[in-house]
């Protein structure tokens, strides 16, 4: 087999994975029961459902605030790239090509 033609096999198998975006999972709320024969019943349950929920949260937002400075410097990566891209074009004296419905 050629080395390119692994090359290509490899990257599509493997992309996905690559660049997988990090998945923040909320905590599941807990459950309050409506009636006072049911809360006084699991009064015990509802209260370590809570506990749960609280200590949950916190690792959640940490996971949000890290997914939200992932995608930026994604995005710084994608401006480089994208500036490259222009300035090539610029030098290759390709910019209408590239471009043709700018104004």
């Known amino acids: ?5 692994w090359l290509i ?3 599509a198998f493997s992309g996905p994975t690559l660049g ?3 998945i923040c999972v909320p905590p599941e709320e807990p459950f309050m ?7 006084s019943e699991y009064a015990d349950i509802v209260a ?3 506990e749960r929920y609280f200590s949950e949260f916190s690792p959640y937002i940490a ?4 997914a939200r400075l ?3 410097a994604r995005a710084r990566e994608i401006s480089t790239r994208h500036q490259a891209f222009w300035d090539r074009a610029d030098r290759m004296g390709l910019t209408e090509e590239a471009a043709p419905y700018a104004e």
């Not at 087999?1 to 033609?5: A, D, E, F």
């Not at 029961?33 to 809360?39: C, E, L, N, V």
């Not at 996971?63 to 890290?66: G, V």
């Open 33 to 39: 029961p409506d009636d006072d024969a049911t809360f």
């Open 70 to 72: 992932e995608a930026f």
């Open 63 to 66: 996971c949000l605030d890290a």
């Open 1 to 5: 087999m050629r080395p390119g033609i």
């Open 20 to 22: 997988q975006d990090r």
């Open 9 to 11: 096999g490899l990257l």
């Open 48 to 50: 370590e459902d809570f």
